[in-house]
């Protein structure tokens, strides 16, 4: 049977540096194909070859056993080859329906018409997205439903994903995983690139891991599993450090002073008379499906977000009430926010390293001088990338250039650098490859260890449950529960999440 | 000035000190049921002040102070003194004697080197609502008056009228004289003397625990309680114990803040059904808010409003919670005015609940998150 895709001995190299080499891959039609490795192990680039977003170095890639080399996304497209891109591709300006036929628009559109279509073409797929809702005021989530459901549209014969799945709620992903079934059904051929190696363990027939560009194992997913596929991603096994409380032996932390009391703080509809505390010398994972209001409490208490201007609530930060209009008092109250969407809000990505983590020790510049001295940013560059094992060939590499994993940690070391007492962690392993979680968490760990207050807000129950000391669980803009990880089952917090 | 304006914006605005939020209920002080599950009960009629002297546990319940036996899971009680009205706190020394105060201002002391004593109230003195009382060593005494405007069956309303007459004294039984070491507190109704000679007092209607040191201006230890402090007791292994005999609801505290509707409730509304904290749960339909408790799915929330709570608290040296006992909206034992711990047992009085309580702590897990 001839595969729908064959690439041979593909190599893409950007100045000099392999980003995959000598890779050997193939697409059978009706197939979903997982392909995993670490960040920087070569997968977007592998796919973006296929895509037409950059052209191969050398090699060959066959399409129905046709050479083809597209030199643009859009020839691709032509030929049945579409890519929903991690980073979204939407135009804020426009609403979900325009986005969805950008491209396809008549000389005389009638709009209740393309609305309508929209309406049903999104509720085929279950997705609960408003057709008439602009793009800009999108989260993340549905942002990713509207770029799947326009790859989708488009008919292809081959789409590729790349972490379709990084921003969804549990439910959301019930109904993309009974999506790309129907698809297969359809004889679509689908590559899922995904971190969350259950999923790809679930929904794949074939995986393909990757490590350091080059192709370590194609095996149908039959055969592996999730120790087998980590081992060969990362050439040693990581499941005991990533979320195994009791492997690692840390215990569950006990009490600190507090620190945050948050008292019947409400924000529109988001965020509705909720009330929490955080205290030094814990983490405290907040649990919640994505619009719960974890995001925009975490918002509110590091300034970036205002409260209600009328009975909006209190915080008392060490029991002094806090309100700030701006981050920058909040930053010098010692309050740092690492920020789930790290490529918006997380750093300057055509800055160094040196110069993002500088950027965050100028928020806590008291003395507001305007002269930053070179050796004094790259010795606290260095300091930081050696304490965060921020992987790059030195200080000056710019962030676009990382990997997810180090761009993650650039955004942790420029709120670590202004050295504050709470640190709120908003969704800190996602889209992270493996290695980097590990990292993420040990560094987490060592922060309550020191005494810090932690908060962490995370979509992943495996997660919530192994690193938290205590566990939150968000509702409908409030917090409805608490938990102690001890004792408490993931069906639980599930339970207290959605009812 | 400055604090005219921000009080000002702040009453605009309903932020700051004027703001309508309460804290939460999490932590060291996460709802459970343990006071509710407790097996070990003892049906009365609204026990108030428990105490430990030489090895005895004694309780107070209307005009009489009764002593609690407990042996090989069974728990009675039985009348040891009567007086002539009731009985609104009581204290005991490390010799064993016991120091009652009565409702009408005057303490009785029985035993010890002191026996049979009787103090009136003094002039200036605190002659009514004593809410609680602590011997400081064998010949000094420590008393807490609630408010020197109500007695101690009207502190509702000395709560809906922002009291703060409240005071803290310090009697010479051999002098017979007192003299005032803390006043213009807000309902103070708990006071136990620390090892280095200071005071420590629950403030009930700010919510927060005070030490007051010979001389100095109080401290504030623990503040931003969800609830109203009342009585403390030392904890065996070290540290204290807390009752708070109600919770704070945002309901309560706007109401405290709406003066006009406050002074018309109380003239139209008969007090039971007063917008206040109550010491018993729900009885009446009548009740403006009991019914707030929700269940969905079968289970009871955790943010069900309710007027009245079964709490104690556990605190630090250093005055931190630890962890808590509760009863909760949809339990009876609330009102909780007073608690004991000895050996592995905490012993609480649910004056709303017309209960002793005795929980075995070493069935109850240690650690909370």
Redesign the interface.
Known sequence: MTPLVEMRKVTKEYRGVAAVKDIDFTLMEGEVHGLVGENGAGKSTLTKLLAGVTVATSGTILLQGETVSFSTPAEAVGRGVAMVFQETSLVPSMTVAQNLYLGDERFFNQLRRLYNSAQQFLQTLNFEVDPWAMVSTLGAAKKQMVEIARAVRQNVKVIIFDEPTAALTPEEKGHFFSLVARLKLRGVSVIFISHALEEALAIADRITILRDGQRVRTDDAKNLDRELIIRAMVGRSLTGELYSRNETGAATRSRGRKVLSVQNLSMGKAVRNTSFSIFAGQITGVFGLIGSGRTEAAKIIAGVLKRNFFYGGEILLEGKPIRYRVPRPAILDGIAYVTEDRKVEGYFETMSIAENIQMGNLAVNRKRSVVVRMGEMQELASHWQKALSIRAINGNARVVELSGGNQQKVVIAKSLVQLPKLVIFDEPTRGVDVGAIAEIHHLMHELASQGLAVMMISSYLPEVMNVSDRILICRQGRIVEEFSPNGATEEELMYAAVH | MISAIRRAVDAF????SV??????M???L?PNSILEDAPLSLTRSAPDNLIGVNGEMLFSEGATVCALAYSAGVIGASVKHRFSTKVVALAGSASGSVAVALADGAVQIKGGQFDGAQLAAPDGGPGRNISAIAYKDEGVLLLCQGSAVYGSDAWQRDLLQRGATGSVWRVDLAKRESHCIAKGLAYPCGIMPTADGAVVVSEAWRHRLLRIADGGKPVVVL??LPGYPCRLSSSPGGGWWLSVFAPRN?LVEFVLREKQFRERMMVAVRPEHWIVPTLTPAGSFMEPLQGGELR??G?L???APTRSHGLAVQLDSDF?PIRSVHSRANGRRHGVTSCLARENMLWLTSRGGNAIVGIDLSTVCE???
Do not use: E, F, H
């Open positions: 605005r309903g932020s700051g703001s309508v939020t309460i804290p939460t999490d932590g060291a996460r503040d931003q945002q969905q799915l289970k929330k955790p943010w931190q650690d909370q998150p």
